[in-house]
């Protein structure tokens, strides 16, 4: 594959077979394909997250597993166990679903706050522990979880430090009426994903994660990063800002966009279209602002309107490199 843009343009154009109308949101699952990053859908039921999901395993020639969330899985369900055999007379370790190279977290906020924690190390460290062994996760690891922000009864809702390791959050919506009546039409005989191929290695997927990170940030651009990132830390209207982490993710997720429309280098608009997908999932909102029915979401939109727009030359031609 010559260029970056040329892979993403050959899995978006394959998951648009199975999910219709929502290039956008596919974009973001793209994205946080190049980075290397997790992604976290959330949205009503029955919109297509978790046909997204399988929709983006089937399309990469990687191990797929899918986990279930419930709320009475153990953590041990999730990381692997180790059992005593009795013939060979020691403990071996029977893997559990996280470790894989695609992995579906179903349902994420249905578990205990006790069994999502078992993903925490897997999600940054790309390693699990049990029993004092750590086993190092397969490249590419990416988990796509899904939750449903409607269905409180029987849900634990995810800790800042979970939500945190996501990269990106993104939600589906509604299909338009044309969008809809093409979906009744392409599932009146079988479903499409049926049908979906593999259409990238292994190797290309580590190959352009790895050239994403050749695409040129000026420091103008780090600097605007950063700006946006502290302003969620000194809102009124938020009582918990953004991290570091969340610059990183600011940083890398412009670089995965720029890639994907053919640039070697980021600009103020890839920041401006990824803040609220970055960053409203990391702040918490004041009880204030929560009784005045702001979201977390809008409350990026107005930083991002109201934090000036660096100016200049954002491309740096000694440095600049071909995108392959």
């Known amino acids: 594959m010559s260029t970056i843009q040329e892979f993403g ?5 394959n998951l648009e077979k199975v999910i219709i109308g929502k290039r956008q949101s596919i974009e973001l699952i793209v994205i946080g394909l190049l980075c290397q990053g997790h992604v976290l859908i959330e949205d009503v039921p029955g919109v297509g997250k978790t046909m997204l999901a399988r929709s983006l395993a089937r399309s990469l020639d990687c191990d797929f597993n899918r986990i279930q969330f419930t709320p009475d899985m153990l953590p041990s369900d999730v990381t692997g166990v180790s059992i005593y055999n009795q013939k060979k007379n020691e403990f071996e370790f029977r893997p559990g679903p ?3 190279q695609i992995i579906l977290a179903d349902e994420i906020n249905r578990a205990t706050p006790k069994t999502q924690a078992s993903l925490l190390e897997a999600m940054e460290e790309r390693q699990v ?11 590419p690891f990416m988990v796509l979880a899904t939750q449903n922000p ?10 800042e430090a979970q939500l945190d390791r996501f990269l990106l959050r993104l ?3 509604y299909p338009s009426t044309a969008d809809e009546i093409r979906v009744l039409d392409d599932q009146q005989l079988r479903h499409p994903l049926e049908t979906l191929k593999p259409i990238v290695k292994v190797k290309e997927i580590l190959q352009a994660a790895s050239d994403v990170r050749e695409i040129y940030i000026s420091p103008v651009i780090k600097r605007y990063i950063v700006e946006l990132t502290t302003r969620t830390r000194q809102s009124a209207d938020v ?11 600011l940083a890398r997720s ?3 966009r720029a890639a994907l429309l053919g640039r070697d280098h980021v600009l103020p608009d890839d920041i401006q279209a990824l803040a609220g997908a970055v960053l409203a999932h990391r702040i918490i909102v004041s009880p204030a602002a929560r009784l005045r029915d702001l979201s977390s979401d809008r409350i990026v939109h107005e930083i991002v309107i109201s934090t000036p727009v660096p100016g200049g030359e954002f ?8 995108i392959k």
Not at 9 to 13: L, R
């Open 254 to 256: 412009g670089q995965a």
């Open 98 to 100: 996280i470790i894989g």
């Open 239 to 249: 009582y918990l800002g953004a991290s570091p982490r969340g610059s990183l993710a």
């Open 171 to 173: 939600r589906l919506g």
């Open 9 to 13: 343009e050959k899995v978006i154009e």
């Open 315 to 322: 491309s740096s031609e000694p440095v600049r490199k071909k």
């Open 129 to 139: 522990t049990v029993d004092g062994v750590t086993h190092i996760l397969p490249k």
């Open 150 to 159: 409607i269905e409180y009864e029987g849900t634990f809702p995810l800790p």
